[in-house]
C-alpha cells in the first residue's frame, strides 16, 4: 500500500510540475496578434512547439488559427472554407488527382509565401491530407491507411 501512495505522489508531483512550467504566450506575440486581428474573439493560445505560439479564434462567424514566432512574427493563418470557395483550378486537381476521394475538411492556409488550399480526404481506409495552390499544383500531401503513414514532397 505504501509504494502505491508513493507512486501515486510522484506522478502527482510530474503533473503539478508539468502544468507549472507550462508559460503563456510572450507579451510581443500577443501585440502581434491583435494589431492583426482586431476583431478576433475567444482566443486561446498554446505553444505549438519551441518558439512557435498558436491561437486559434473567432473573427466574422468563422473558426481560425493563426501562429507567431517568439518575437510576435506572424507565420501562418488557417480557417475553414466551403466546397464554393475553392477555385475551378484546385478542384478540378482534386477531381483528377483525388477522384473518389470524399473530402472531410478543406480550409485555407495563408503564410508569407501565399495562400494555399488545404483538403482532408478519405476514401474507404486511405485519408490524405494535400496542399494545393491557387494554380492547381500539389505543393505536399501524406497520406495513411490503418497505422501506415506515408510521406510525399513535391
Do not use: H, R
Not at 22 to 36: G, L, T
Not at 64 to 69: C, E, G, P, Q, T
Not at 95 to 104: D, R
Amino acid at each position: 500500500m505504501k509504494k502505491l501512495f508513493v507512486s501515486v505522489s510522484v506522478v502527482l508531483a510530474m503533473v503539478v510540475c508539468t502544468e507549472a512550467q507550462k508559460k503563456e504566450a510572450p507579451q510581443s506575440v500577443k501585440s502581434a496578434f491583435e494589431q492583426q486581428f482586431k476583431n478576433a474573439s475567444g482566443v486561446k493560445w498554446d505553444q505549438e512547439k519551441t518558439g512557435e505560439w498558436e491561437a486559434e479564434f473567432k473573427m466574422n462567424g468563422k473558426e481560425y488559427s493563426a501562429n507567431f514566432d517568439e518575437q510576435g512574427k506572424w507565420l501562418e493563418t488557417e480557417y475553414e472554407i466551403n466546397k464554393n470557395q475553392i477555385p475551378a483550378a484546385v478542384k478540378n486537381t482534386i477531381n483528377t488527382s483525388f477522384a473518389g476521394y470524399k473530402m472531410k475538411e478543406s480550409e485555407i492556409s495563408e503564410t508569407s509565401k501565399g495562400k494555399a488550399y488545404e483538403f482532408e480526404l478519405i476514401k474507404e481506409k486511405e485519408k490524405v491530407e494535400v496542399a494545393i495552390a491557387e494554380d492547381g499544383k500539389i505543393i505536399k500531401q501524406e497520406s495513411s491507411t490503418k497505422g501506415k503513414d506515408k510521406e510525399d514532397k513535391d
